[in-house]
């Protein structure tokens, strides 16, 4: 009985820190500006978030959502993935987690009417 209080004390003291880090993330915004090129950019307070953070270009779909491709945010945390050729669907383009640094973000989903 005493093992089993201690192990749910250190779950809880992990669940504590852990929570504690994401907390102390930067929040992240992603914005598409040009949906022929899937062009835009990254913002947050902490350039650390913006200065090449990994953006992903994803497909909305029933279940798992498909991954188009990947860029890496310039200084400015601008990126563009140079007119992918995207099937009609509806996409978007997401940030990853810098787990305790940067909180992941997502940008609006566009739809795509027209072979591209």
């Known amino acids: 009985m005493k093992f089993l209080k201690v192990l749910l004390a250190a779950l809880a003291v992990a669940a504590i ?7 102390g993330e930067e929040p992240t915004t992603v914005k598409v500006t040009n949906q022929v090129d899937v ?58 987690r810098i787990l305790g640094a940067c909180a992941p973000g997502k940008s609006d989903v566009f739809r795509v009417s027209n072979a591209g």
Not at 17 to 23: E, F, I, L, M
Not at 82 to 93: C, E, F, H, K
Request: proline residues 3%; charged residues 30%.
């Open 17 to 23: 820190a852990a929570a504690t880090a994401w907390a």
């Open 39 to 96: 062009a835009g950019k990254v913002i947050s307070a902490d350039s650390f978030c913006t200065n090449g953070r990994k953006v992903v270009l994803m497909e909305k779909r029933k279940g798992k959502d498909d991954k188009h491709g990947t860029d890496d945010a310039d200084g400015q945390g601008k990126f563009s993935f140079g007119n992918p050729g995207l099937d009609p669907g509806r996409y978007y383009v997401r940030a990853k």
